[in-house]
């Protein structure tokens, strides 16, 4: 295992504000580690303000690239050479590539999702997903899934400061895509029984259920849920939150946290940096 950091060592960032928290250095540079790669994958602090220093460095420091998380998604578009499409249709990005001087924003979140239902088994393919939430995590699941050939996306939101997202993220859909995207307000709970009722595959990407809100659930009462649909929380921490339990409670069969998510958007990620596939469970073993 290449345990130093040489001369030749290759610097990946993820720059954002705050991040210290995050489990990213440790997912890349364990795997870094378990493949061998002279790479070295670090937190920056980086806020708004910064950002533009930040992704300079990325050009001055020959960066192989750099992860970017809040407040710099949106804002670090206009820094960049390209865009892939998954960020021309999110407009954000979660992941820079350096490819000599040429930095390409990609965002990887919403392939994440998608490819953490395939290694379970399932697949959005002519399916009805039900996402809630139309912020940082809901915008790329409802537009990645839609893009893999959802039949159907629909959007739940409360009358906040993200609604017109969710909006933008319907039309979006609907221009671009062979999918058709619905969008509803939260407070409306007879449309939101019946889209669970009548949906495959519902995603929370509110982040209600971790924090301050970990005792909280948008579904409250079992009988909205039906048995052969698929569940699946975008928060990892706790690793069971109130959603899954009121999902188990009604007996359905698939019921999932973010952390396979989270694992395999740092996967994509990684694939386009060093051009070879994270050791995915290994990884997920040091997580735990
Ligand atoms: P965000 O702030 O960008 O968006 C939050 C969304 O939830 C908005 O649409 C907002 O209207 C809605 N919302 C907020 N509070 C709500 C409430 N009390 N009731 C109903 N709706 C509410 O946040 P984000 O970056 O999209 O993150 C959302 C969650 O997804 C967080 O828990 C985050 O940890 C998780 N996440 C997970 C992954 C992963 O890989 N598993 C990736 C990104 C985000």
Same mark, same amino acid.
């Given at each position: 295992?290449?345990?130093?950091?040489?001369?030749?060592?290759?610097?990946?960032?993820?720059?954002?504000? !705050?991040?210290?928290?995050?489990?990213? !250095?440790?997912?890349?540079?364990?795997?870094?580690?378990?493949? %061998?790669?002279?790479?070295?994958?670090?937190?920056?602090? *980086?806020?708004?303000?910064?950002?533009?220093?930040?992704?300079?460095?990325?050009?001055?420091?020959?960066?192989?690239?750099? %992860?970017?998380?809040?407040? %710099?998604?949106? /804002?670090?578009?206009? &820094?960049?050479?390209?865009?892939?499409?998954?960020?021309?249709?999110? @407009?954000?990005?979660?992941? *820079? *590539?350096?490819?000599?001087?040429?930095?390409?924003? &990609?965002?990887?979140?919403?392939?994440?999702?998608?490819?953490?239902?395939?290694? =379970?088994?399932?697949?959005?393919?002519?399916?009805?997903?039900?996402?809630?939430?139309?912020?940082?995590?809901?915008?790329?699941?409802?537009?990645?899934?839609?893009?893999?050939?959802?039949?159907?996306?629909?959007?739940?939101?409360?009358?906040?400061?993200?609604?017109?997202?969710?909006?933008?993220?319907?039309?979006?859909?609907?221009? =671009?895509?062979?999918?058709?995207?619905?969008?509803?307000?939260?407070?409306?709970?007879?449309?939101? /029984?019946?889209?669970?009722?009548?949906?495959?595959? &519902?995603?929370?990407?509110?982040?209600?259920?971790?924090? =301050?809100?970990?005792?909280?659930?948008?579904?409250?009462? !079992?009988?909205?849920?039906?048995?052969?649909?698929?569940?699946?929380?975008?928060? &990892?921490? !706790?690793?069971?939150? /109130?959603?899954?339990?009121?999902?188990?409670?009604?007996?359905?069969?698939?019921?999932?946290?973010?952390?396979?998510?989270? +694992?395999? @958007?740092?996967?994509?990620?990684? /694939?386009?940096?060093?051009?070879?596939?994270?050791?995915?469970?290994? +990884?997920?073993?040091?997580?735990?």
């Amino acid at each position: 295992m290449n345990n130093f950091i040489d001369g030749h060592t290759i610097l990946i960032g993820l720059m954002a504000y !705050p991040i210290r928290h995050s489990m990213s !250095p440790t997912m890349h540079n364990a795997a870094f580690q378990k493949l %061998n790669l002279n790479f070295v994958y670090l937190a920056f602090d *980086v806020d708004a303000p910064q950002l533009a220093d930040g992704v300079k460095a990325i050009r001055t420091l020959e960066m192989r690239g750099s %992860n970017v998380s809040m407040p %710099n998604k949106q /804002k670090i578009i206009q &820094y960049l050479d390209k865009l892939d499409i998954t960020s021309e249709l999110n @407009q954000a990005v979660n992941t *820079v *590539v350096n490819d000599n001087g040429v930095l390409t924003g &990609y965002t990887t979140d919403g392939v994440g999702f998608i490819n953490d239902l395939k290694k =379970k088994g399932h697949s959005v393919k002519d399916q009805t997903v039900l996402v809630t939430g139309a912020g940082g995590a809901g915008t790329p699941i409802a537009i990645q899934s839609a893009l893999e050939g959802a039949k159907e996306i629909l959007i739940f939101n409360q009358h906040d400061e993200h609604w017109d997202n969710a909006q933008r993220n319907a039309e979006v859909i609907n221009q =671009k895509t062979a999918s058709k995207a619905k969008v509803f307000d939260l407070s409306d709970t007879d449309a939101f /029984k019946t889209a669970l009722q009548t949906c495959d595959i &519902y995603c929370d990407a509110t982040g209600v259920g971790m924090g =301050k809100l970990a005792d909280m659930s948008l579904v409250e009462d !079992p009988s909205w849920f039906k048995p052969d649909m698929v569940v699946f929380d975008t928060v &990892y921490a !706790p690793r069971t939150t /109130k959603l899954m339990q009121v999902a188990q409670q009604a007996g359905v069969k698939f019921v999932y946290n973010g952390l396979g998510m989270m +694992v395999e @958007q740092g996967a994509a990620a990684f /694939k386009l940096w060093t051009g070879q596939d994270m050791p995915i469970e290994f +990884v997920k073993q040091q997580l735990l």
